[in-house]
């Protein structure tokens, strides 16, 4: 349904400016945005190594913040 994937949309953003330190919400607009690792890596002034381990662990921050109903459903 639509409805719901604007809606979990709008609360995994609402996560991310919460409760993501500056550079983390930097990394997690980027590559939301469709931006390459490297391309993100370039931009941040960090290796793509580092983007992508950043990504990974902000990803399962992401999803472990939202399955812990830290975030509910509007």
Known sequence: DLY???VD???MLECINNEF??????IMRLFIQGEAH?????IM???QG???NAISELKKKLGD???RGTYDRI
């Open 4 to 6: 719901d994937d604007d």
């Open 9 to 11: 949309l709008i609360i």
């Open 21 to 26: 330190k500056s550079k983390e919400k930097s």
């Open 38 to 42: 490297k391309d993100i890596a370039g």
């Open 45 to 47: 002034g960090m290796t």
């Open 50 to 52: 580092s983007v992508t």
């Open 65 to 67: 913040l939202m399955n």
